[in-house]
């Protein structure tokens, strides 16, 4: 998994990169096929936005979100990331007992 952590207009400093690492294995844990990770923390005035590009393997996830403070603002992003990754497999899982069962028949 490549991972890749870029301000605009800030200084990505190493409690921060280790705050991402972090909450982003909750997202490794749900699924195995994940082959490229881009996280991009911006400032605009008093908006701090981060978002989150993910690609697995057949599926290309991109989250948003804009808080306050940049803690505050991974915390939701890893939220809707983790919500969007298990809607994904979800349906991964759905096709393939739709399929076994269909082959079941024949």
Known sequence: MNLKITGLHLEVTPSIREYIESKLERITRHVDNVIGITVTLSVDKLVQKAEVN????????????????????????????????????????????????????L
């Open 54 to 105: 993910v690609h697995l393997a057949g599926k290309d996830i991109h989250v948003e979100s804009e808080e306050a403070d940049m803690y505050a603002a991974i915390d939701t992003l890893m939220d809707k990331l983790d919500r969007q990754v298990l809607k994904f497999k979800e349906k991964q899982t759905e096709h393939r007992v739709s399929a076994q069962q269909i082959s079941a028949e």
